[in-house]
């Protein structure tokens, strides 16, 4: 099947939504971090999005759960470079989203898709470490969640384009 066979297929609002989700994703993994870097530096920084004891994005990010998901540290050593601020990795899968969905094809569909998946599984996670084990509210940590649901959503629907119109193709 051509490009332009396939680029037909996909929903007209998808790159628009694409963008807007993954330039946000972006902008709040950036802060994040910097608001991590900050208080790491000076404890008394209070960020934009510390509104109150219980509503506090820093507390969140500077917790162990805020680098490696609190994983990584039970398989290398805390200070390892392994074990990356969960904004780190927010930045990095907001850039794949966005690379990968400049390409067109099934296999670029099923990638953003599967790596969607992992977002949301990790992002549940994080939203039950954050109320259970934390009692907090962080802003910028649930507005990541949910344009992570809002990604995979929009993979899936790339997802059904793609595929739906290649089988088809097969049978017709």
């Not at 470079?81 to 099934?106: A, E, H, K």
């Not at 962080?138 to 995979?152: D, G, H, K």
């Amino acid at each position: 099947m051509s490009s332009s066979n396939l680029n037909a297929k996909i929903p007209k609002w998808e790159a628009r939504a694409r963008l807007l989700l993954c330039v946000f994703g972006l902008v709040l993994s950036v802060y994040a971090l910097h608001v991590e870097l900050s208080r790491e530096r000076n404890p008394e920084y209070r960020a934009m999005c510390d509104l109150g004891e219980s509503v506090s994005c820093s507390k969140v990010f500077t917790s162990r759960w805020g680098r490696g998901f609190g994983l990584v540290q039970y398989f290398v050593d805390k200070d390892s470079i392994l074990n990356q601020p969960n904004s780190v990795l927010g930045i990095l899968f907001y850039s794949l989203q966005l690379g990968l969905g400049q390409f067109v094809s099934t296999r670029a569909a099923v990638c953003l898709v599967m790596s969607s998946w992992v977002s949301v599984v990790g992002s549940v996670y994080l939203a039950g470490i954050l109320t259970v084990v934390l009692g907090d509210f962080c802003v910028v940590c649930v507005s990541t969640y949910i344009i992570n649901f809002a990604l995979l959503y929009t993979n899936l629907k790339r997802k059904v384009a793609l595929f739906g119109g290649a089988e088809k193709e097969k049978r017709g």
